[in-house]
């Protein structure tokens, strides 16, 4: 679907233009001196089909209160009419009056007018009206309709974007996927790489046979045995104490006996008196001797029964030990198992990514892209393996056309500003491209020279 003829009234710089193309044209040159309203042709298509976000506030010629645009296409014909209230100028009235066929407010300059207002209608071959008729043009162009070299100077995640969805390779979902599976597994490397650092600081204790006993042996047996041994100790050392009280009585004893037997040979006149002591002493003595034996017997007995406190020291130290060197393998081994179970999580969320990027290089290597050499990256559009912004201009324009006329599959029609900014090798490259995919481009060039275009203006009228 292309133009088949273009009426503009009134529209920014033009008073009236009508524009015919070519049955069997793709290129309309819109040409004329700055000013001439060469970009008023341009705009008047795009504010006709593009819809109010198009349309500037003011999109009616100075001094005027209506304008109109229609657009045929063959099978829908266009019509969007704009108008502004007029209001009242504060100037004087009388001026302008001696003007023949004109009032004072069709001439002023200070005239005033209110918010511009538009009206849009699409009609068919018959005249029939579509109900909807904005909605109805919607589908027929795309984003870069009206300005098909806004592709080469986009951004590149932005040229990524709009090929992506020319080729119907939308990755918005599975990069999403994608990333949330690269943050998940990123966040659960540095989990697992603490993980890995706690446990190569934890120590281990392996038997011979490489096993790691965990099981910690229970200390309360040999530390009754040690309280019944500190007991036995006690009642050794009350033994010894009571030994030594009974020693030193017998020792205080014999010194009597000592005293006893000097009385005797001193005073032999009391040697009866004095024997009947000795005899005394000597059956104490006796008697003490027979105490004295039997406590050192039961000192003996109680020191028997007395435990190497050396023996069950070294033992409890062992069990201590060991019991450490069980809660040390039972912790190594529990962080053991976690770092396996976030390797094993890594690894398949790894898998996972590798398989939405295999996935994604599948539907990229099944694409098929509006010239050849084209190609997608997450970073931006290649063509021939190199980024588009660093291949030669003819080719990025090349591929910004194609695009355009891709995207616009019914209404073929693409506008480009600024036409002489085009080489005459990219000019007719754009020709001959249009014509290939038999769309219309309608193009504006700053020109005095008639023979160089398809439509030559001057001051808003076809010349």
Known sequence: MKIVRLSSSNVKRLSAVEVTPAPDGSLVTIGGKNGAGKSSVLDSIAYALGG?????TQPIRTGQSEAKVTVDLGDYIVIRRFHREHLECDCNPNVGEQTVGFKHTDVCSSRKFGPTKSVLVVTNRDGAKYPSPQALLDKLYGKLTFDPLAFSREK?????????????????LVNGQRKALFDSRAMDKKTLAISEGRLAGLPKHP???????????????????VKRGSDLQKLAEKADRALSEVVQKGKELERSREIAMNKLRELERQILEATKDLKSVDDALKAQETEVRLAAEAFEATKA????FQVLDTRLKEIDLANTHARQNAAYLDLEEEVKNWQMM????????????????????????????LGLT????????????????????????AIGIALNPTLK??????GNLLDDDSLKLVAAQAAEAEAQVWLEWVT??????????EDGHVA
Request: charged fraction near 25%; charge should be negative; avoid cysteine.
């Open 52 to 56: 109010n976000d198009l349309v500037p």
């Open 156 to 172: 590149p995640p932005a040229q990524n974007e709009i090929l992506r969805r020319l080729v119907n390779l939308d990755f918005t």
């Open 207 to 225: 038997t011979p046979q490489g096993v790691y006993e965990t099981t910690q042996t229970p200390i309360d047996e040999i530390t009754a045995e």
């Open 305 to 308: 029964a007395v435990p190497d």
């Open 346 to 373: 890594i690894a398949e969320q790894t898998k996972n990514i590798e398989k939405i990027d295999a996935d994604k290089e599948t539907a990229l290597r099944s694409a098929i892209f509006p010239v050849a050499g």
């Open 378 to 401: 997450d970073e931006g559009v290649t063509f021939e393996g190199l980024p588009l912004a660093e291949v030669a201009a003819s080719v990025q324009l090349r591929v910004s056309i």
């Open 413 to 418: 029609v693409l506008l480009i500003r600024n």
């Open 448 to 457: 005095s020279d008639a023979g160089d275009v398809s439509v030559m203006l």
